[in-house]
């Protein structure tokens, strides 16, 4: 359990809801930005710009032609939508629920799901059209915050941060089908699911831990220890990497899927909280609550022991060529 310095509290909040941070830390970082490089030149790993959104930016999610990104702002109760190809919001910000926080984008593009944390409900956006088309309620006291989607689209796991369970919507209905326990005190926050659909990846707000549900049973598998508060976790298309937001250490640590160990650490903004990988596997989309930013760091993609790095397409490595490292 962390003793934090400030917080924001929410109506909803029950006795036993833990205390989220979502203003400055005690500890400071500053944005590792790059004026003026593009993608073509970016290195590894390295934040290549950043966007001003709304206030208190939270979940973030990609659309799966990776033409645009869905960014909560906890602050105005709103969504921006960011076009990818330019790094700029475009059009008016979606009304949602209080407070949302996580997103996620059905496989087939059509839909937006947001967590909104405080009246405990999930809205239902029309990527078509950029409004809410359905409210989901998971339950009082439960607090709603990350959101994953499965990668046949039937279902929808939501964190409930309040209860310490995860809420799985039938999409078909926008009814919420079972409710999965993840331990008393984890305060569950980001979720996001394996490629294959087997595994979903949950981090433990208080715990600084992730929880690896095995999908099949709706059971933690594996538990792996990570920075302290982590947030959100997005898994790279290849499902090789989970990238895990750490809150109050202002970085994302690089779990690798296979051994569930942490392989690299990533510093960015002030008190980073959603993240989102593009389909292509190349870049991650990082919001940076403490100064209202998105981070784009550039993600090396391996093969065993040899990394092509999409973001610069330069490197090094033993007899590999400059491809790799």
């Known amino acids: 359990m962390h003793h934090h310095s400030s917080f924001r509290r929410y109506p909803t909040f029950r006795s036993r809801v833990r205390r989220l941070v979502l203003g400055l830390t005690a500890v400071v970082a500053m944005v590792l930005g790059m004026a003026g490089v593009g993608a073509g030149a970016a290195a590894a790993d390295t934040v290549i710009a950043t966007i001003p959104v709304g206030s208190f930016p939270q979940g973030v999610a990609i659309t799966p032609d990776g033409a ?91 964190t409930n941060f309040g209860a310490d369970t995860v809420s799985v919507i039938d999409t078909a209905t926008n009814m919420v089908a079972t409710t999965v326990p993840v331990g008393g005190g984890a305060a569950p926050a980001g979720v996001a699911i394996t490629p294959n659909g087997a595994f979903a990846y949950v981090t433990n707000f208080d715990a600084d831990t992730v929880s690896v549900i095995d999908t099949a049973t709706n059971t933690v598998a594996t538990t792996v220890p990570v920075g302290a508060d982590p947030f959100e976790v997005a898994i790279t298309p290849n499902g090789d990497r989970a990238y895990v937001t750490n809150r109050l250490a202002n970085t994302v640590d690089v779990i690798d899927t296979a051994t569930n160990m942490v392989v690299t650490t990533v510093q960015v903004g002030v008190a980073p909280g959603g993240l989102a990988i593009t ?27 040899l990394c092509l790095d999409l973001g610069s397409l330069t490197g090094s490595g033993s007899g590999a060529g400059s491809a790799f490292s």
């Open 279 to 305: 389909p292509d596997g190349a870049f991650a989309y990082v919001t940076n609550n403490g100064d209202d930013t998105v981070s784009v760091i550039a993600i090396d993609q391996c093969l065993g022991s």
């Open 68 to 158: 645009f990104a869905y960014v909560a702002n906890t602050g105005p109760n709103t969504v921006s939508v960011i076009d990818a190809a330019t790094n700029i919001v475009v059009g008016a910000p979606i009304p949602v629920g209080a407070a949302p926080q996580g997103v996620a984008i059905t496989p087939n593009g059509a839909f937006a799901y947001v967590a909104n944390f405080g009246p405990n409900t999930v809205s239902v956006i029309d990527t078509g059209t950029n409004m809410v088309v359905a409210t989901v309620p998971v339950g009082g006291g439960a607090a709603p915050f990350g959101v994953a989607i499965t990668p046949d689209g039937a279902f929808a796991y939501v």
